[in-house]
């Protein structure tokens, strides 16, 4: 019996890499983070001035991942999905958070003004849930709410 391939997706920011990281720990699933593997292997084609980040060469990212979706349990971590093939994944997480909390987390991180503008944007009207939703069968696709608690001395 092959083991369930996983997608995390969300916007940059929600906690994609954390829980997939975590989740790889815990269950010894293999956890893909496909901007570094774009970067490790050079898988990109371009670069977006704009938003000063790189261009996946979807098609090399697809090919590339192939034979080890084949054989199960892979954790895959990228904000998107539409260019993945149906067939890879058994269950989607699309991870949110509060929007505050993302507008401080993309700001440490240095982006632009536009970038973070976007980014909040995409959150705010779900454009990855519904970009999930066309994508793959309703019943896979699930919506997760990072809550965010402070501990506080008393």
Known sequence: MRLAN???MGTPGVGKTTLGKELASRTGLKYVNVGDLAQERQLCDDFDKEY??????EDRVVDELENKMKEGGVIVDYHGCDFFPERWFHIVFVLQT???VLYTRLEKRGYSEK???D????EIFQILYEEAM???KP???HWA???????TRE
Do not use: A, F, G, W
């Open 145 to 151: 709410t990072q809550q965010c608690t402070r501990r």
């Open 98 to 100: 509060d929007n505050s």
């Open 134 to 136: 066309d994508s793959y």
């Open 52 to 57: 000063k980040c790189p261009v996946l060469d």
């Open 139 to 141: 019943e896979i696709v």
């Open 6 to 8: 996983i997608l995390l």
């Open 115 to 117: 970038k973070l503008q």
């Open 119 to 122: 980014n909040i944007q995409y």
